[in-house]
């Protein structure tokens, strides 16, 4: 029986206020996407509605919406030119930064078309995904610091639901897609808290198994992969919930199925294939590898994408080398659901994903209180980019390597190779 869209709607917002941002009384909220312009887009308006009636009815004093539209995005790519493509709304990022910085709390909505750039120039592309990534820089340095509560997760928009179900008229796609995203955070149980309550429980249960385990590195092997990942000392495996500097605890990612830590940035060699296509930038990376040589990226191939792909890690001196590993069964229940999302925040919950970029100061003992210079001393990873890309399937054997060189399954053919309490 499908959900009742309304209610459901209802119970998503107050999810994700409640236990997603965890927002406190008398915080300031504001709430962006990630487009090049970092707006919400408007097709997410039912919902952003309802999460400032629940972030007022949890005593914020001010919510603060960004609005975007995708069209007009794709208009300006459309008229750009290398002189124009760096013009920014400056007030957007300072705005966020100022409310974060502040004591208040940071909402964002991923929903975009994975093919909405394929035909605008790709050196456009990037040169305004990295404006956007400079100008964001000093809010993504307080996120990695853990300095604040938020939480990401997704609307459909038309050209996202279209690729998802390409059978189906646009309105039926949109449907069904919202009637996965619902499923899929859990709002189909009679109390979605209470079940998410237990599934973070579960979680933590897997980190905190790593975490007495402490591996030296982490060994990959399946079709095209054979790579190995130092772990720095000191890492930490988190899972669904943090809790920040200001000791609010928050679930970032609505919905979550990993665990995940810090790799040292020094320390990956060998070549890693890509599971699933990766949208990025309004374009799709498909069918890629990377292989790595003293924790760099020396090499990428890509089918569709290459070019995508050779920005990124061009982006700036940390982009070519990891600042994540994180782990996530073929029995998570998006991978069960055998869709492809093209959406990284569902896609990253379906197989074990590695990123490029910005490594998070909360994964390392005492991170958040290191200056920029001793987390990069301990292995950390500075960059103004963190992109995930999946890597895991049924296929996947993961080892963990203790310091005295010995393998232990950590996963086998993609599942957990092991029961945790």
């Known amino acids: 029986m499908a959900m009742d869209f309304e209610s459901t709607l209802d119970k998503y917002a107050e999810l994700i206020v409640k236990v997603g941002i965890n927002l406190q009384k008398g915080q300031k909220l504001v709430m962006n ?40 995005s794709l208009t300006r790519l459309n008229h750009s030119t290398n002189a124009t493509i760096e013009e920014y709304p400056a007030w957007r990022t300072e705005g966020i930064h100022r409310t974060v910085s502040e004591g208040g709390a940071l909402f964002t909505l991923y929903a975009e078309d994975p093919d909405l750039f394929k035909d605008a120039d790709p050196d456009l592309v990037s040169k305004a995904q990295r404006t956007m990534e400079r100008n964001l820089a000093p809010v993504m340095d307080l ?32 449907d069904d897609l919202w009637q996965m995203i619902f ?28 975490n007495n385990k402490a591996y030296d590195a982490l060994h990959y092997r399946g079709p095209g992969t054979d790579l190995t990942i130092g772990m720095p000392k ?36 060998g070549t890693v294939k890509a599971a699933l296509p990766l949208s990025y930038s309004g374009r799709l990376i ?55 999302f093209y959406n990284t925040l569902f896609d990253e919950n379906a197989a074990s994903h590695i990123a490029l970029g910005r490594a998070y100061q909360e994964t390392i003992q005492g991170g958040e209180e290191m200056s920029p210079e001793e987390f990069e001393a301990a292995g950390g990873n500075k960059s103004i980019v963190h992109v995930d890309f999946m890597i ?3 296929e996947m054997d993961i080892d963990g390597l203790t310091a005295d060189g010995k393998a232990e399954p950590i996963m086998r053919q993609g599942e957990w190779a092991s029961d945790v309490e």
Not at 191 to 209: C, F, Q, T
Not at 244 to 260: D, H, Q, R
Not at 290 to 296: D, N
Not at 305 to 325: C, F, K, M, P, Y
Request: hydrophobic share 40%; with cysteine.
């Open 33 to 72: 996407g990630k487009s090049f312009t970092r707006g919400v887009p408007l097709d997410a308006a039912p919902l952003v509605r309802r999460i400032a009636e629940h972030a007022y009815k949890a005593g914020a004093p001010f919510v603060d919406i960004l609005w975007d539209d995708a069209q007009v």
């Open 143 to 174: 996120l990695s610091l853990n300095a604040f509560n938020w939480s990401l997760t997704s609307v459909p928009v038309a050209g996202w639901a279209k690729k998802v179900f390409p059978e189906k008229d646009t309105q039926q796609a949109i």
């Open 183 to 210: 499923t899929l955070c859990r709002l189909d149980r009679d109390d979605p808290v209470k079940a998410w309550e237990e599934h973070i429980a579960g979680l933590a249960s897997r980190s905190d198994y790593l």
């Open 234 to 269: 000191g890492h930490i495996w988190r899972s669904a919930r943090v809790t920040s500097t200001k000791g609010i605890a928050y679930v970032a990612n609505l919905p979550t199925e990993e665990v995940f830590s810090m790799p040292d940035k020094n320390r990956a060699e």
């Open 286 to 340: 498909e069918d890629f590898s990377v292989t790595f040589k003293g924790g760099r990226a020396v090499k990428v191939e890509a089918k569709k994408g290459q070019d995508t792909l050779q920005n990124l890690i061009e982006s700036d001196e940390g982009a070519a080398r990891l600042g994540e590993v994180a782990l996530v069964p073929q029995s998570s229940p998006i991978a069960q659901t055998g869709i492809l």
């Open 392 to 394: 895991g399937s049924k």
